[in-house]
């Protein structure tokens, strides 16, 4: 991972799990502290985040996080309801043995939790989100996809951030991956594609509902 690469995923990261609230102020120097990093990469970065509609740039004003509007949530999961299925059939046909090790160490951690109370650990919870939908876009094979999901998802968690407090099962909602994760692992793409629907389609409800 380059330093430009590094700061991206750092600053995408403080803006996608709302450490960096929508409206605040983006600082080159305090970003620079908090990142441990230049003043280069971490200008790279928000020039990318800024292409991708996470950071707003305005002349003389300053930079800021962007806002998060939830009447995206129906237009992001319209594509997401076609290229998310579509991720999870291709990533079943093409996984590889590191993508297999990947999401057999998911399923590993999803056991885990499926066995335990946790319940309160949403930081945890939503990294392991994350690090499933990751794998499986990385199984594709296909960067331009992998690419375009991997924005799509997280603008999507920006907007899953929104709805936390009035989400009471998020344990049970991750845990709904396991039957994903294992069709993929089985190299069963009907089945992969068709509870990969039922999820994006199940989440954009629920998102609904709770914002």
């Known amino acids: ?6 700061a991206y995923e750092g600053l995408r990261t403080l803006i996608c799990t709302g450490e960096l609230a929508p409206g605040d102020v983006v600082s080159e120097p305090a970003l620079q502290e908090s990142l441990g990093l230049g003043r280069t990469p971490i200008r790279e970065a928000i020039r990318m985040l800024a292409a991708e509609h996470l950071i707003e740039i305005f002349p003389r004003r ?21 290229l998310e ?5 291709l ?3 093409r996984r590889t043995s590191e993508d297999l090790m990947n999401l057999r160490t998911a399923r590993n951690e999803l056991e ?13 919870l939503i990294d392991l989100d ?9 199984a594709t094979k296909n960067t331009y996809l992998a690419a375009d999901l991997d924005r799509y998802y997280m603008h999507s ?9 009035r989400i009471g099962h998020l344990r049970q909602a991750v845990l709904e991956h396991k039957e994903l994760v294992e069709a993929v692992i089985e190299g069963d793409s009907d089945q992969a594609f068709n509870v990969m629907n039922k999820h994006v389609c199940e989440f954009e409800a629920e998102m609904a509902q709770a914002i």
């Not at 991972?1 to 590094?6: A, G, K, P, S, V």
């Not at 509007?69 to 594509?79: G, K």
């Not at 299925?85 to 059939?89: D, G, I, N, T, V």
């Open 157 to 165: 968690l920006r907007i899953w951030n929104l709805g936390l407090g």
């Open 112 to 124: 885990v939790l499926e066995n335990s109370n946790l319940s309160d650990q949403e930081r945890a």
């Open 62 to 82: 300053g930079m800021f996080v962007a806002g998060v509007d939830p009447r995206n949530l129906r237009a992001m999961s319209e594509v997401r309801a076609i």
């Open 91 to 93: 990533a079943a046909e």
């Open 85 to 89: 299925p579509m991720a999870a059939r």
């Open 130 to 138: 994350s690090r499933i939908h990751h794998y499986i876009y990385q």
């Open 1 to 6: 991972m380059t330093l430009t690469q590094e």
